[in-house]
């Protein structure tokens, strides 16, 4: 009778006994990226870390979590329902942990990632106005693009809405984006057939492209009914690289229009074809609802009221 006990005992620990939190953490950031380089990437850890730590909680639990094909990994149906859980439960700590730092720290500093693109033409010129209108809050600007994580220090983020997010993200979008070609006023007569009715890319056009985002000049001649010339094409890395070098006389770029607003009313670049929208938002995302008083409330009034203001007038698709 006590030697059973004893073991029904023991029994009920066992399976009340949770995996360890690395292992859960590995297994939550390889299903949510779907890879495990970069979850081990995002966790500071080696490929063959996070592998073995998922193994191990397989092991552990007895279900295979991944389907493994060739260098793709694919959540089971275990794996999908064990990622639900575990996603949520480390949401739940995220926000416990944030809401007792915020109340620890009156004086919180809160970090904004943003496109470095977006941050350095458009949101660090107007940065002065937040500052002014509100000096309590304190707020770091961080370059940043495509995917992230709140887990990484994170407080909120703005990103083209290109990519996957988790389904828990708080997101806001800010103002819709509108492209056009752009280049230095002096280079139109040389590089486009301007007539009555428009203007047109000439064939011998040098056209600059950013690796960053590649599609941006497809997108933008499926939206304006244009063809593209097939020469002459310079490629880089950034975004503000092919705008500095449509400053510098290079070649035409491709100009969102809240990154160039600012160079076109300067008059160093113009846009003799307008802007069209390619279909895509900036936003912002949070891990908390952003409406809730605080300075990512502030933040987000502030973005919108800035992004209405310079949405305003925007040069359309020429005729």
């Known amino acids: ?11 009920q620990n066992m399976g009340a006994r949770l995996p360890s939190l690395l292992a859960l953490r590995c297994f939550e950031a390889a299903a949510r990226l779907e890879n495990f380089s970069r979850a081990a990437d995002e ?17 552990d639990l007895g279900v295979a979590l991944f389907d493994r094909r060739s260098r793709r990994v694919y ?10 859980a575990v996603a949520g439960g480390f949401g739940l700590i995220r926000n416990a942990v944030n809401e007792l730092r915020a109340n620890a720290r009156q004086e919180k500093r809160w970090v904004l990632s943003c496109e470095p693109t977006l941050l350095m033409r458009w949101l660090i010129p107007r940065w002065p106005d937040f500052q002014a209108r509100h000096p309590q809050v304190n707020i770091h600007l961080v370059a940043g693009g495509g995917e992230f994580s709140f ?25 819709t984006e509108k492209i056009g070609p752009v280049c230095r006023p002096d280079k139109v007569g040389d590089w486009l057939n301007v007539h009555a009715k428009g203007a047109q890319l000439r064939s011998d056009a040098p056209l600059l492209h950013t690796h960053t985002r590649r599609s941006a ?30 400053v510098a006389g290079l070649g035409i770029a491709m ?5 160039v607003r600012d160079d076109l009313e300067s008059g160093l670049l113009t846009a003799p074809l307008g802007f069209v929208e390619d279909g895509s938002q900036y936003c912002i995302f949070s891990s ?3 409406h809730q008083a605080g300075p990512a409330a502030i933040l987000l009034e502030w973005l919108r009221d800035k992004a209405s203001q310079d949405a305003m007038g925007t040069p359309s698709k020429t005729a």
């Open 1 to 11: 009778m006590i030697s059973d006990m004893n073991g029904e005992h023991s029994s």
């Open 43 to 59: 966790l500071h850890l080696t490929h063959g870390a996070v592998s073995r730590a998922v193994r191990l909680l397989e092991d």
């Open 75 to 84: 959540l089971t149906d275990a794996g999908r329902q064990l990622s639900k």
């Open 151 to 175: 887990a990484s220090g994170i407080d909120l983020a703005i990103r083209r809405n290109d990519f996957q997010w988790p389904d828990h993200y708080e997101v806001e979008p800010l103002f």
């Open 217 to 246: 000049w497809s997108d933008w001649a499926m939206a304006a009914g244009q063809e593209l010339p097939e020469k002459n094409s310079l490629f880089f890395e950034h975004f503000y690289f092919s705008l500095q070098a449509s």
């Open 255 to 259: 100009g969102p229009w809240l990154l």
């Open 288 to 290: 908390q609802p952003l």
